[in-house]
């Protein structure tokens, strides 16, 4: 090959593998390699004697040339790498650390964690039943007749498919908890204390009060002389302990069909502390769950005798308590899972 040629060659050989040199031995070896003395270069310097006179000069300076250029490659890449080994490890120990987005419970969770840990205590045990429901359990066991609105079937979502089980009725999705009372009854003899977490299903328009699902957490205890006052007693107690020692509680009548009697519990508003305000409507209580003593069709129905049993149930709506408790304005921001929201609790 034409000597100039292959000074050309050897230069473009040369620069990468310099370049990319990763430690001093790798240095000396390529020194060796390009310009020691039994390199290819220094075969060149010596046959440049032989070499026509014309081409000497020429051969001599680019040999030359070549020869200076790798050895200051060779030095600038030798500083460099031991600059860099006097830097230490390519680690800055003085960076904070990476943080790991933290998961968390939903509100909701908390709020059904908090009211189920203190019926525990009590003795209430925590069962759960299905969200796809048969009529049956949600309306007809517990004592809703067939032309009681509730019925209708604006107010509870069907689901469309063949039941399993037609002598059960239809399926839908449960408007509460109280299914779970009877499924309970059905295989199990008192003395019961039950408390019942879950989803429900409602077809309401959603507005800052109402969702199409929402949870409940149910209550049912059964022996043989339970009360009316050992429903008061353990209400009284619950709700003392979710929204504090002084919380003022009042029982007014009302109705269901598978309580009698029946009741709503209020507590003295949260906001206002009874005095009135918006956040109960000037009324100064504020409506926290429904109750009752079960009534004798719902015994009937599940095989016990009505003269030998008596129990309480009640029900209450998750969602409703945990936004009075944390003053939370619109129920739609539970199910939006904006984080700006979720990450306050
Ligand atoms: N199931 C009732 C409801 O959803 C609440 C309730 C439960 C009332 C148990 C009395 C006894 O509104």
Redesign the pocket.
Known sequence: MDPVQELEQLLSEAVPSVEQARSPDELERLRVKFVGRKSRLADIMKSIPQLAPEERAEVGRRANHLKRSIESQLAARREALSSAAKAGPLIDVSLPGRAFPRGRLHPVTHTIDAILSIFVPMGFEIVEGPEVEYEYYNFDALNIPHDHPSRESFDTFFVDLPSPEPKKGRLLLR????PVQIRVMERRKPPLRLVVPGK?YRPDPLDPSHSFMFH?V??LMVDDRTSFADLKGVIEHFLKALFGAKTKTRFRPHY?P??EP?AEVDIACTSCGGRGCSTCGKKGWLEI????MVHPNVFRAVGYDPQRVQGF???MGVERIAMLKHGITDIRLFFENDLRFLEQF
């Open positions: 408007s509460h908890t109280s429900v409940q149910e209550g269901f598978f309580t029946s769950m429904g109750c009752g149930a009640f029900g």
